[in-house]
């Protein structure tokens, strides 16, 4: 199972891959190069972290994610409710409108949403 948190540098890492992949390693050590300023080393023990947390393959040089970029901010968020707000999504979105109020398009996408994410009875 995935560990779903990143570290400021490893999301910037993670953005490279999930906007690239499938990508070699090479590939990946030059655009961390030139977007990070790494090196070849720093690359490598930052991939190799993030594979053996289950979000990334480095399978004979190529790189691909297991864990897709929406699917990782999915489950961040699950978890960040879970944590925060025992669970509760009305307790989130409550704490939520608290501080910002709706535009009521902001409203009507909302009520979209609850509707095709509504369980059948």
């Known amino acids: 199972m995935a560990e779903y948190k990143l570290a ?3 999301k910037r890492f993670a953005e490279i891959i999930w906007k690239n992949e499938p990508l070699s390693s090479g590939e990946l050590v030059k655009l961390c190069g030139k977007e990070l ?3 070849k080393s720093t690359t490598y023990t930052i991939l190799r972290r993030l594979c053996d947390r289950g979000l990334f393959l480095n399978e004979s040089g190529r790189v691909t994610s ?3 970029k929406e699917e990782f901010f ?3 968020s699950e978890k960040f409710v879970q944590d925060t707000f025992q669970g509760s999504l009305p307790q989130f979105l409550l704490a939520f409108v608290r501080r910002k109020k709706l535009s009521e398009k902001e409203v009507q996408e909302l009520i979209q949403i609850i509707n095709e994410g509504r369980a059948e009875e």
């Open 74 to 76: 999915a489950r961040q």
């Open 66 to 68: 297991l864990v897709s």
């Open 37 to 39: 300023n790494w090196k």
């Open 8 to 10: 400021e540098i490893e």
